[in-house]
């Protein structure tokens, strides 16, 4: 391992058990917790791997075995995004949720329709000669649901707070550097291997850099949107009901007087 | 080649609206506040009978003071009602799009906390609000250069487009009726104290 690998591995390592240690001291971990079972599922992976030959056999099994539990984390991490931007208002939930199993229906209807006419119309993959392929794909479905997450959210001019944005910011960056990552890889083949091989990493480095600084501080749980007109209402009807009190006052004031 | 294409354009996607996400941030409002009911009230009052009643949007569209001018009244006076009349007309088309946008904006506050929501009807909906805001921009950009007799056609679908969205909003304002008439209400008792 040349010295830019071994920095990105202990680098990647030290901000992982940074995020997991700073959850157990702020107990973000109770507000988020799939995305600390998926920090906690790649630093367990980053960790049995160090101890690994990277060319024995063992080395490429235990890294396919904890891909895929981290790409399948990945997803509830997504759920639990989406879930948390948009659990205080079930109307743009609803639209969300519709448009997620849309598109779920369409992937999968689009792969059944594929395999039976044994044709794929846009050769997005190959699954059977290049994993690559199979990951590339996975990645763009969950670019696809944080991109509905993220659309649903602006369209109703809803705020995702510092620690979620952070969150959806993170794992969207990593995902879009993935699918780059991927998506080259597999249409250069051998030539962009040199490449792949640092700049997934690099992502990576920089998502946790992201997480780290937007879970630094303590989650305020919250089981309502802040709702300033609220207080803004009330405090317009304790002013008028003050006037109100002031103009009955003034009126009893000459009685009072006498 | 299709499938990088694919995944790059995902990709482009979901780094944009990363970016709108980061530049866009906006602060909850509470369901069916007052303040909040009642600008939508008076969007919606300001574009029924202010904006889009047909005799008005017909007598400002309507050649025949053109006509009359371009009869009797020398060069410079042609030149200047042209203009006047132009400037009107694009004043006119930002504010139906601005008080659109302001019922727009209150639709979208209150139906994201509606679980009974219907989706196509919110899907539709957009399509209206949308297709209509891009029509004011492009009316916008015909009057300008093209001077307001000659978009009169466009103008007349157009509002009927927007009449139809008042009525929509007229529908979401209907839920919260009580509500607004008793902001409403007093605020004319303030006016006429």
């Known amino acids: 391992m040349d010295f830019l690998g071994k920095f990105l591995w202990y680098g990647g390592i030290g901000l992982e058990a940074a995020i997991l240690l700073r959850s157990l001291w702020t107990s973000s971990y109770l507000r988020f917790p799939i995305f600390y079972t998926y920090m906690a ?48 208002y079930p109307g743009a939930d609803r639209l969300a949720r519709f448009l997620a199993i849309a598109v779920f229906f369409g992937v999968v209807g689009g792969l059944l329709l594929s395999s039976a006419l044994h044709y794929n119309p846009v050769a997005i993959a190959n699954w059977t000669h290049h994993v690559n392929a199979l990951e590339r794909d996975l990645r763009i479905v969950q670019a696809v649901f944080l991109t509905i997450t993220l659309a649903v959210a602006i369209h109703y001019r809803i705020a995702l707070g510092r620690a979620l944005a952070g969150l959806a910011f993170g794992f969207g960056f990593y995902v879009a550097v993935s699918v780059v990552s991927t998506a080259l890889g597999y249409y250069y083949g051998k030539k962009f291997e040199p490449i792949a091989k640092e700049l997934q990493p690099i992502g990576y480095l920089i998502s946790l850099g992201i997480w780290l600084a937007a879970l630094w501080q303590t989650v305020k749980v919250r089981s309502k949107p802040p709702n300033p007109q609220v207080e803004d209402d009330y405090r317009r009807v304790v002013a008028m009901t003050r006037e109100k009190l002031r103009e009955v006052r003034s009126r009893f004031m000459p009685l009072e007087s006498r | 080649m299709i499938g990088l294409i694919i995944s790059l354009l995902v990709v482009v996607g979901l780094v944009v609206f990363l970016a709108l996400s980061a530049r866009r941030g906006s602060a909850p409002t509470a369901v069916g506040s007052a303040q909040d009911i009642v600008g939508a009230r008076e969007a919606l009052d300001h574009l029924q009978k202010g904006l889009l009643p047909a005799e008005f949007v017909e007598r400002m ?48 506050r209150e139906s994201r906390h509606h679980e009974a929501m219907s ?30 007799y000659s978009v009169a056609g466009v103008v007349h679908t157009t509002m009927a487009a927007a009449a139809r969205v008042c009525q929509a909003s007229e529908r979401s304002l209907g839920m919260l ?16 104290g």
Not at chain 1, 53 to 64: I, Q, T, V
Not at chain 2, 70 to 95: D, G, H, L, Y
């Open chain 2, 119 to 148: 989706i196509r009807s919110e899907i539709a909906l957009a399509f209206d609000f949308y297709s209509l805001l891009l029509a004011c921009r492009i009316l916008q950009v015909a009057v300008r250069f093209r001077g307001p």
């Open chain 1, 41 to 88: 599922c790649v630093f367990a992976s980053s960790v049995t791997l160090l101890t690994l030959d990277p060319n024995s056999e063992a080395y490429a099994k235990s890294f396919w075995y904890w891909n895929a539990v981290t790409i399948l984390l990945g997803y509830g991490v997504l759920v639990e995004i989406m879930h948390r931007t948009l659990v205080d």
């Open chain 2, 61 to 108: 569209y309507d050649r025949g003071d053109a006509e009359y001018v371009m009869k009797v009244a020398p060069r410079e006076v042609q030149k200047q009602f042209i203009a006047e009349r132009k400037r009107i007309a694009i004043a006119w088309i930002e504010r139906v799009r601005e008080e659109i946008r302001g019922l727009w904006h209150f639709h979208l």
């Open chain 2, 177 to 192: 009726t009580p509500a607004a008439q008793i902001a409403h209400e007093g605020d004319d008792a303030r006016v006429a």
